[in-house]
């Protein structure tokens, strides 16, 4: 079964029929359409503060309100407690979701890759040693773990969150990389280069890595919804970077102003945009699972 | 016989692993910036009984010591005392943990249960219009955010409706009522359970769902089926009797899989609902620098997840007699 899909990915055809499978699926579509209006929202987020400097997500104020009011025409989506725009703060909202969840699944990827590479090329104590300690980091709830530091740590900044949820992210790709390793270690094109002299770290990066990359990169988009989920469950309780303005840290003003019951206009949407925008990536995956291999649809559910 | 022998091992994999965490956060403790004593010892008390602590925890003593005295405490369970209560973890931690317990396995089993039943019946009308409102509702409930979902729960049904309780696990009139028998109590405690209930299990059983749903396409595919069907059974009895039960299967173990998700959910809930729980602990005493809450309630749930891993891996391995240790 590996090997299929290692060789589905070189032929050419693949990308052809690939996309054929992907244009039939409607979850991939739904998907895709959604994350282009979210990488749109995230794109745009620059202009509100350009067209006037109250509409900046973080200091900018309104100097008339002072307080939470509803959809106007100089607001469209109201403002929140300080008299700072809601859809402003929704805007800059997309881009640290793409932000955090893009760089969270790169740097667990990345890592994920490289030790599950090593684990099965290294085999032996190796092997043992670091497949122990991804079953170990694999059942602690990485949301309680960054609470834990950050109440050691004090207040984590946004790049330390996502070095964390990195960190502790990795352990289901390397499991699936090195499976894919042990099956490549043994057929003939990895003797071929042992026997012309070929270093281990010239096997690893170019005979191995290329196999494995693409299996990695399926990985990528549940690693990026459980980044986003992370960073939004961390600021919706209060331990957010407080110099950002994440959709989890909207709703945690929302909450903690008490202002839940009382403004709708505050407290939708980021909640529906954090909402769709895990669902749309999971739906990417899903669409992409399909593609690559059905038999694989289980692994993406167990986050 | 066989199954003895896998326990022990994974027992004593699950002391080994727990130990490596004990001494992680042990370290962590002390590599923090900041003074590692004011960690241990409350700031409020008096000069004579913080010292008595710094000798009794040895923090005055080279750092092994401090190891050796850290772990014996933990053995022995004394966790020291909450900076916030006043009162010894231990008690904390014995009064908050039932109510965890209650609402997180209600929840699963629930869960579990619906969402095998309806992926039982998504997989049998594949590539229909049932099929498809299914997974779609599915993989939308998995995905809402979970505290946000939790709100507008309180909102509608708590606030607007007011058919619920907006926050709590009881209500005093009822439990200072003197006449106020079991029944009562019980009532009231359901009452405040079911919107906590209701986001947990809202989020879940989408992905047993789905599982379920794939689980059971392969499981159509196998010879004992198309015997089945040769044998001129009954559709139904075909679904509910040779298939599901074998496709349930892999739902089980991704309830172990999935159980650090679960855990992040459950202390997000009981946060929102004010419901007494470890994780609404967890994250209050984390909010407060109540250290030592803190760290008991994290080695309490780490425990809990090993233990329930290896529990889900048993119950498997009795549930498919295929599978052998």
Not at chain 1, 182 to 211: D, T
Not at chain 2, 196 to 224: C, V
Request: glycine letters at 8%; a neutral charge; hydrophobic letters at 55%.
């Amino acid at each position: 079964m590996e090997r299929r899909i290692s060789e589905r990915f070189r032929s050419v055809g693949f990308l052809r029929e690939g996309w054929a499978i992907f244009r039939e699926s409607l979850l991939g579509k739904i998907g895709l359409i959604l994350l282009i209006l979210f990488a749109l929202m995230a794109v745009s987020s620059f202009i509100p503060p350009r067209i006037d400097p109250m509409y900046h997500p973080m200091t900018g104020v309104d100097p008339e309100i002072s307080s939470s009011v509803g959809p106007s025409l100089r607001h469209w989506l109201g403002t929140d407690f300080m008299g700072r725009d809601i859809l402003s703060q929704l805007l800059a909202g997309a881009r640290v979701a793409f932000m955090v969840g893009v760089s969270a699944a790169f740097m667990s990827i990345f890592l994920g890759t490289a030790i599950g590479m090593f684990a099965g090329y290294a085999g032996r104590a190796m092997d043992t040693l670091l497949m122990r300690l991804a079953d170990m980091i694999m059942v602690m709830p990485t949301l309680l773990v960054v609470l834990i530091l950050s109440s050691l740590f004090g207040q984590l900044n946004i790049w330390t969150i996502v070095l964390i949820i990195a960190l502790f992210r990795w352990p289901g790709v390397s499991r699936v990389i090195r499976a894919q390793t042990l099956s490549l270690k043994q057929r003939p094109f990895i003797e071929a280069a042992k026997v012309a002299g070929a270093s281990h770290l010239r096997i690893i990066f170019r005979h191995i890595m290329p196999n494995v990359l693409p299996l990695a990169f399926l990985y990528m988009t549940f690693r990026v919804t459980s980044a986003i989920i992370i960073e939004a469950a961390l600021a919706f309780l209060g331990f957010g970077d407080p110099g950002t303005v994440s959709w989890g840290m909207m709703l945690q003003w929302v909450w903690k102003t008490g202002h839940m019951f009382r403004a709708p206009y505050w407290l939708l949407p980021p909640g529906i945009c954090i909402s769709l925008i895990t669902l749309s990536f999971y739906m990417l995956g899903r669409a992409m699972d399909e593609v690559l291999d059905p038999r694989l649809r289980r692994e993406g559910e167990a986050e | 016989m066989e199954l003895r022998r896998y326990v022990i091992r994974r027992l004593v994999q699950i002391v080994i692993i727990f130990f490596v965490i004990l001494t992680v956060l042990f370290m962590l403790f002390r590599l923090a910036p900041g003074d590692p004593v004011s960690r241990m010892v409350d700031p409020d008390m008096t000069p004579e009984d913080s010292e008595r602590l710094i000798a009794e925890l040895g923090l005055n003593r080279p750092l092994w010591i401090q190891y050796v005295v850290y772990v014996k405490n933990f053995v022995t369970g004394n966790f020291g005392h909450s900076f916030h209560y006043g009162e010894p973890v231990v008690h904390i931690i014995g009064n908050r943990l039932p109510n965890t317990i209650l609402l997180f396995t209600t929840s699963i089993i629930l869960s579990a249960l619906v969402g095998v039943f309806l992926g039982k019946i998504a997989s049998w009308h594949k590539g229909e219009k049932t099929d498809t409102f299914m997974t779609i509702g599915a993989l939308a409930t998995h995905t809402v955010f979970l505290p946000w979902l939790a709100l507008i729960l309180i909102w509608v049904f708590a606030y607007k409706l007011a058919w619920f309780p907006i926050t709590g696990m009881i209500s005093e009139e009822v439990w200072l009522d003197p006449d106020a028998g079991f029944v009562m109590k019980a009532l009231d405690v359901m009452q405040h359970m079911i919107l906590p209930l209701a986001t947990l299990f809202l989020i879940h059983f989408g992905a047993y769902l789905l599982i379920m749903r794939s689980s059971m396409l392969e499981t159509l595919k196998e010879d004992y089926i198309l015997t089945a069907r040769a044998k001129g059974l009954e559709e139904k009895v075909i679904r509910d009797r040779h298939a599901a039960p074998n496709a349930a299967l892999p739902v089980v173990t991704s309830i172990g899989l999935s159980l650090a998700f679960s855990i992040n959910g459950g202390a997000l809930t009981e946060t929102v609902f004010t419901w007494p729980g470890i994780g609404r602990e967890l994250v209050f005493s984390v909010s407060h620098n109540d250290y030592p809450l803190a760290q008991a309630c994290f080695l309490l749930i780490a425990l809990v997840v090993l233990i329930s891993n290896l529990v889900v891996d048993v119950l498997y391995a009795y549930l498919d007699p295929r599978i052998r240790y």
